[in-house]
């Protein structure tokens, strides 16, 4: 990744958390508050390398355990299981393409749900969580897919991130 590209993957996440952390729980219910960063890590997987996004899969991941309150690298475990599941897949598929981003966005919602609600129930003594994150799991599917829809229709979108 050159450093034009590095410098607006920054400016991006900082963009993303903020959004995220301060102006979206203002005016959003929560359920239907989109994770940006599974958007911008979903990106990642599908247009860097594995050297480079594995490190940037799990960074994101804490950055959301540090700025969501969730237990210190639950999404950090999450987010990376994630990456190394699509970066496995993606090689063999067409990545540039907006459906298929639509769709990875949307799988891996689910499975970042899944596991958090997974290693949730594991390790915590509540007896009502699983049924307070069952709650929001619909919404939050079909508004990050509704994110990833209107990313992927950015100008650009198209373009590689790395020169291989």
């Keep these: 990744m050159n450093r034009r590209a590095s410098l607006l993957l920054f400016c991006l996440v900082i963009a993303a958390i903020v959004v995220q952390v301060s102006l979206l729980p203002v005016f959003v219910l929560p359920p239907f508050k989109p994770d940006l960063l599974i958007v911008v890590m979903v990106f990642l997987t599908l247009?860097?390398?594995?050297?480079?996004?594995a490190p940037l899969a799990w960074l994101?991941?804490?950055?959301?355990?540090?700025?969501?309150?969730?237990y210190l690298g639950?999404?950090?475990?999450?987010?990376?299981?994630?990456?190394?599941?699509?970066?496995?897949?993606?090689?063999r598929l067409y990545a540039d393409?907006?459906?298929?981003?639509?769709?990875?966005?949307?799988?891996?919602t689910l499975a970042v749900f899944t596991l958090d609600l997974l290693?949730?129930?594991?390790?915590t003594n509540s007896p009502?969580?699983?049924?307070s994150m069952l709650?929001?799991?619909?919404?939050?599917l079909l508004v990050?897919?509704?994110?990833?829809s209107v990313v992927s229709a950015f100008p650009g979108f198209d373009s590689p991130l790395e020169s291989a």
Excluded: E, Q, W
């Excluded at 247009?47 to 996004?53: A, Y």
């Excluded at 009502?128 to 049924?131: E, M, N, P, R, T």
């Design 144 to 148: 990050n897919s509704f994110v990833a």
């Design 97 to 108: 393409s907006a459906i298929l981003f639509v769709l990875t966005v949307a799988g891996v």
């Design 74 to 91: 639950l999404n950090a475990a999450t987010f990376l299981i994630s990456f190394l599941v699509i970066k496995s897949v993606s090689d």
């Design 128 to 131: 009502g969580i699983a049924y």
């Design 135 to 140: 709650y929001d799991i619909f919404p939050r």
């Design 47 to 53: 247009r860097t390398s594995f050297k480079t996004g």
């Design 119 to 123: 290693l949730t129930v594991m390790f």
């Design 60 to 70: 994101l991941g804490m950055l959301d355990d540090v700025f969501s309150g969730l």
